[in-house]
Nanobody
Framework: QVQLVESGGGLVQAGGSLRLSCAAS????????LGWNRQAPGKQRELVAS???????VYADSVKGRFTISRDYAKNTVYLQMNSLKPEDTAVYYC?????WGQGTQVTVSS
């Protein structure tokens, strides 16, 4: 069974950058799709970005041009590079592989 562990969250000022990492316990080459999602207080969890086994990426409209999802097969890790961060990006960010979810990492963007 896949286990996912996120890291890289923190507190950053608006306009700053963070890179989130999600380390998988299995070879990610075998995973059909990996995603980054987020949940802000009082809001539904939403998809931020995903990448398929074929390399197709999808982004939420709110992060297009600012966030980039990528993966490193050698490290079995998927990344989310977040640039030009805004206060509305504040949320707990979760990595998922199908129905398997990580524990989440907090991202807080101050204005």
């Amino acid at each position: 069974q896949v286990q996912l562990v996120e890291s890289g969250g923190g507190l950053v000022q608006a306009g700053g950058s963070l890179r989130l990492s999600c380390a998988a316990s299995v070879n990610i080459f075998s995973i059909a799709a990996l995603g980054w999602n987020r949940q802000a207080p009082g809001k539904q969890r939403e998809l931020v970005a995903s990448i398929t086994i074929g390399g197709t990426t999808v982004y939420a409209d709110s992060v297009k041009g600012r966030f980039t999802i990528s993966r490193d097969y050698a490290k079995n890790t998927v990344y989310l590079q977040m640039n030009s961060l805004k206060p509305e990006d504040t949320a707990v960010y979760y990595c998922n592989a199908g129905h398997t979810w990580g524990q989440g990492t907090q991202v807080t963007v101050s204005s």
